[in-house]
């Protein structure tokens, strides 16, 4: 069984231009959630997902950044007009819907803005 | 809010040594609460969890208590190796969410 996959594992953009994160959960999995690691710091919740409902999004910018995660393909978080700011490292991970704390993490996009 | 607060790394240590890494946790509830492991370059992976009051969660050597009275959920292993140079991060259930410490770099030395 796979675990979560997420591409690319790095991603370099220039400010202004857009970033594109996937996410494939784990086979079975239909609770997807997006997590921001900024240097030295600790995992902060952007969103929460399951297929073609966003559930919570307490912790998403409220401008710039958007998810989503299709009833068919991966979940996408998508940063639009990037800055300095945003680089980061962008964890997915995925739950069973009979235990959403238990959620098993992807490896991370890391994106870098110049 | 929820919120989760572990001790500062980064933490150094020799081969077997005992290794404790302190979390305390806002007492809002009985959260289920975790420890995650992040090696260099890679995701966290679930380290161990408990999901109620004097649980003891145990993985790889590694254990936690689950202590209602003092809010903690501090991490133990009795002889580290190497191969245990991470960060470690403490969370709890928080809605929909895991709630994470800020991480403690623990490197051992051999």
């Known amino acids: 069984n796979a675990g979560v996959m997420q591409n690319p594992r790095h991603l370099v953009r220039r400010r202004g231009q857009e970033a594109r994160l996937r996410c494939s959960p784990m086979?079975?999995?239909?609770?997807v959630y997006w997590y921001r690691q900024l240097p030295e710091e600790g995992l902060k919740f952007m969103v929460y997902?399951?297929?073609?409902?966003?559930?919570?999004e307490s912790g998403m910018p409220k401008e710039r950044f958007s998810a989503e995660f299709p009833k068919e393909g991966p979940s996408i978080l998508r940063i639009q007009q990037v800055v300095r700011g945003d680089s980061a490292a962008y964890f997915c991970?995925?739950?069973?819907?009979?235990?959403?704390?238990?959620?098993?993490f992807g490896p991370g996009t890391r994106l870098t803005v110049t | 809010g929820d919120s989760v607060t572990q001790m500062e790394g980064p933490v150094t240590l020799s081969e077997e040594a005992f290794l404790t890494i302190n979390c305390t946790y806002t007492?809002?509830?009985?959260?289920?609460l975790f420890w995650y492991v992040q090696y260099p370059g890679e995701g966290l992976q679930l380290l161990l969890k408990?999901?109620?009051?004097?649980d003891k969660g145990s993985n790889k050597g590694f254990e936690a208590t689950y202590r209602k009275e003092t809010t903690s959920f501090h991490l133990e292993k009795g002889s580290v190796q190497v191969s245990d140079s991470a960060v470690y991060f403490c969370?709890?259930?928080?809605?929909?969410?895991?709630?994470f410490g800020g991480g403690t770099r623990v490197l051992v030395k051999p």
């Open positions: 969370a709890r259930a928080a809605g929909n969410k895991l709630t």
């Open positions: 007492a809002t509830g009985y959260p289920s």
């Open positions: 991970a995925s739950s069973p819907s009979t235990d959403f704390y238990e959620q098993y």
């Open positions: 086979k079975g999995h239909s609770h």
């Open positions: 997902l399951q297929k073609e409902n966003i559930i919570d």
């Open positions: 408990a999901t109620k009051a004097d």
